[in-house]
């Protein structure tokens, strides 16, 4: 039986259609399938549920089905190129670009709208108008800044600036102490940007020896953030801010601050770390010297405290009152001076010499913390931006405060000049050289003289700065006046109260 | 022609199972109808109208679980077909059928089959299978040449597997008959030239 269906199927198989007929059959048959194609739903549900659909074993099927099958992948991979890919490439675009619209009025606004905190979108809008600021001063080096871009340029950073403004304003009426601190951050970033400007139009007229030309001139821009920079600095020396806030915030600043000088420390060069290092121990100085005048302030706000627990011994509330009234007066007395860097000399001054009242002292104690939290975010943002660093100096940026050893060499050698001076002028006036004028300002400049020594003798510096000033202005005056006359004898030299004469900040730093 | 076509036509699960089954069975098919019909092109046509038979069957939502039973089932329709329109032969075959007495016990044992089987020559009884009525020779095709079960021929045929048996064993008989026929001839015509 075996055999028999081995051969007879071994004989059948001589049966076959030829290749061409299996063809033609094959053809005829996808044409009719194609003729009488399945019903859309059978389609779609069998599309659906396979995977991977080698399509029909026919070369045309085959290189459609292949397409179809990449089409999709390559729907996948435009897709995401326009969601990622677009907003990324349109990061480096410049005023003028195709995806510079994309940059600023997608990207940037998504970004916008996903800044939550009030405080994240102060810095997000201070950013967006860094940003443009960089951009401006990047064609204007390429020599492509038109006069339209930078009017268009200009009109972006007054809107960023505007609308930094109006959320600080929207942050006062919840947080105030958050909305001063941004509006310092605010107010140091305008104006270092302020300083960027003004260091390139100087380095460009510099470079050309002339005005920058058509394209390469910041100078209308320059004015805005100028103009921006003055608005932010008058609005935030409006704003009360706690200490302790503020304290904080110097603190958070600084830290940064050493962090990045840590990091920067190698690449620097030795002036430049040099620089930063002179400029930080000035910030810790004001620093400590606010605490040391907080600190002062402290037990006469107790003995406040005190007298009105005694007044309300039998009531709670009026003590709170009180206590509230105080604290608000603290907080709401308007900074009489602007951060000046011998604010915290001045408030000893006065302390030894007249009755402060404590609430003037809180307000300066915050007023110097105010300069040392934005000569360090200046400071941060010389080591972090290398913009910055291109076109500004430190010095430009935050001059070096002088320490009190510096401050006592500087006022040595002009009241030594005055000393001189007097003696030169007390010999004319003896020997009836003088006229009745010199006579009159010898007078003046006798009762300065010991006025200084009193001074110098209590340790008052800034008096004693301001009245060497004015006493060596009156003593050159009067030489002036009396002409040649010279001493018949040397004049002796008045020892000063400091030894220090180091008027270096090398020499300083190392002493 | 085909460069023509387009896959939204034709696409998806359905179509591949369907043309993978006609890759795997045309020549099978043809074979049988080939075998059965005697007309190579009409054998071709045939198989084309069994694959748009099913395709057809397919489009209007029926699902082919197993698609060989199916393609011969259809095939052997379209060839029972094919004999009514060629009226005498089929006729003849018909009559055949009817005349037969289809179901004797002792025929119905497989052993006997295969004891048959193994008397004959497959090439010879092959080369003469064209000699026999196409009830028979169906049967003989569906199990020699396609390799089905008597169950599977059964139910492609709509017989009783007794009958498919008692076919089989007929056929192979009238296989033998006509094999010995034949060599009795060619005997008889070596015979004679001496």
Same mark, same amino acid.
């Given at each position: ?87 990324? /490439? !349109?990061?480096? %675009?410049?005023?003028?670009?195709? &995806?510079?619209?994309? @940059?600023?009025?997608?990207?940037? +606004? ?22 443009r600021v960089a951009e401006a001063r990047l064609l204007a080096r390429e020599g492509k800044l038109t006069a339209e871009t930078e009017a268009k340029v200009a009109m972006a950073v007054k809107a960023h600036s505007d609308a930094a403004q109006l959320e600080i304003a929207q942050m006062r009426e919840g947080d105030a102490d958050e909305a001063a601190i941004a509006e310092i951050a605010f107010a140091s970033a305008l104006e270092v940007q302020s300083e960027v400007l003004e260091g390139h ?29 003055? /608005? !932010?600095?008058? %609005?935030?020396?409006?704003?009360? &801010?706690?200490?302790? @806030?503020?304290?904080?915030?110097? +603190? ?92 915290q000399a001045q408030t000893a001054v006065r302390e030894e010499t007249a009755a402060v009242a404590p609430m003037k002292e809180v307000v300066d104690v915050v007023s110097v913390l105010r300069a040392a939290l934005k000569d360090l975010q200046k400071i941060n943002a010389f080591m972090t931006d290398i913009d910055v660093r291109q076109n500004v100096t430190m010095e430009e940026l935050v001059p070096v405060v002088p320490t009190d050893d510096e401050r006592y060499a500087a006022i040595n ?99 | ?143 020699f040449v396609d390799g089905l079960g008597p169950k599977e021929i059964a139910a492609l045929t709509e017989e009783s597997e007794n009958v498919i048996s008692v076919r089989l064993h007929r056929g192979l008989k009238l296989l033998r008959d006509q094999v010995q026929k034949k060599e009795k001839e060619a005997e008889d015509k070596r015979e004679a030239n001496k």
């Amino acid at each position: 039986m075996k055999r028999f269906s081995e051969q007879f199927k071994k004989k059948s198989e001589t049966i076959r259609m030829r290749a061409n007929e299996r063809a033609d059959l094959r053809d005829r048959l996808v044409s009719y399938m194609e003729y009488h194609p399945l019903p859309a739903d059978m389609r779609t549900t069998s599309m659906s549920t396979k995977k991977g659909v080698k399509g029909i074993p026919s070369e045309a099927f085959r290189i459609i089905s292949i397409h179809k099958h990449y089409l999709q992948g390559f729907a996948g991979v435009f897709a995401v190129f326009l969601i990622v890919g677009i907003p990324l /490439i !349109a990061e480096r %675009a410049v005023p003028g670009d195709m &995806l510079y619209a994309v @940059k600023t009025n997608i990207s940037e +606004e998504v970004r916008a709208t996903l800044t939550l905190s009030p405080y994240a979108k102060v810095e997000w809008e201070t950013q967006r108008l860094e940003r443009r600021v960089a951009e401006a001063r990047l064609l204007a080096r390429e020599g492509k800044l038109t006069a339209e871009t930078e009017a268009k340029v200009a009109m972006a950073v007054k809107a960023h600036s505007d609308a930094a403004q109006l959320e600080i304003a929207q942050m006062r009426e919840g947080d105030a102490d958050e909305a001063a601190i941004a509006e310092i951050a605010f107010a140091s970033a305008l104006e270092v940007q302020s300083e960027v400007l003004e260091g390139h139009i100087a380095l460009a007229t510099k470079a050309t020896g002339s005005e920058a030309g058509e394209g390469s001139s910041v100078v209308a821009l320059a004015s805005v953030v100028h103009q921006a920079a003055g /608005i !932010a600095q008058v %609005a935030q020396g409006q704003a009360g &801010l706690s200490y302790e @806030k503020l304290r904080g915030r110097v +603190e958070t600043e600084s830290t940064y601050a050493y962090e990045l000088f840590a990091s920067v420390h190698k690449h620097a060069s030795a002036a430049e770390v040099l620089d930063i290092e002179r400029r930080l121990a000035d910030v810790e100085r004001k620093v400590a010297a606010a605490d040391t005048a907080h600190s002062q302030v402290l037990p006469q706000e107790a003995v406040v405290e005190e007298i009105t627990e005694v007044v309300s011994e039998d009531s709670a509330a009026p003590t709170q009152e009180l206590q509230d009234e105080a604290l608000e007066q603290e907080e709401t007395v308007p900074t009489a001076e602007s951060q000046t860097v011998d604010a915290q000399a001045q408030t000893a001054v006065r302390e030894e010499t007249a009755a402060v009242a404590p609430m003037k002292e809180v307000v300066d104690v915050v007023s110097v913390l105010r300069a040392a939290l934005k000569d360090l975010q200046k400071i941060n943002a010389f080591m972090t931006d290398i913009d910055v660093r291109q076109n500004v100096t430190m010095e430009e940026l935050v001059p070096v405060v002088p320490t009190d050893d510096e401050r006592y060499a500087a006022i040595n050698v002009s009241y030594a000049q005055v000393k001189a001076d007097h003696q030169l002028i007390a010999y004319a006036v003896t020997s009836g050289l003088a006229n009745e004028k010199i006579q009159l300002g010898y007078k003046t400049l006798q009762t300065m003289v010991q006025n200084i020594d009193a001074a110098l003798s209590l340790g008052n510096i800034s008096q004693a700065e301001s009245l060497t000033k004015e006493a060596l202005l009156l003593s050159s005056d009067m030489r002036t006046l009396l002409g040649d006359i010279e001493l018949p004898a040397e004049p002796e030299v008045t020892e000063g109260k400091a030894t220090t004469t180091s008027a270096t900040t090398e020499e300083v730093m190392r002493g | 022609m085909s460069g023509q076509r387009t896959e939204d036509n034709i696409s998806g699960d359905h179509q591949e199972r369907f043309l993978k089954a006609f890759e795997e069975y045309n020549d099978a098919l043809f074979r049988h109808a080939f075998l059965r019909v005697s007309d190579r092109e009409r054998a071709i046509d045939i198989v084309h109208d069994t694959f748009t038979k099913v395709w057809t069957y397919v489009r209007n939502g029926h699902e082919v679980e197993q698609f060989r039973p199916f393609l011969y089932k259809v095939l052997n329709n379209l060839i029972i077909d094919e004999y009514r329109k060629r009226k005498e032969s089929s006729l003849d075959a018909l009559m055949e059928i009817d005349g037969v007495d289809e179901g004797t016990f002792d025929e119905l044992s497989e052993n006997t089959v295969e004891s048959l089987a193994a008397t004959l020559d497959g090439k010879r009884a092959f080369d003469l299978l064209q000699e026999l009525p196409d009830v028979y020779r169906e049967i003989i095709i569906l199990r020699f040449v396609d390799g089905l079960g008597p169950k599977e021929i059964a139910a492609l045929t709509e017989e009783s597997e007794n009958v498919i048996s008692v076919r089989l064993h007929r056929g192979l008989k009238l296989l033998r008959d006509q094999v010995q026929k034949k060599e009795k001839e060619a005997e008889d015509k070596r015979e004679a030239n001496k």
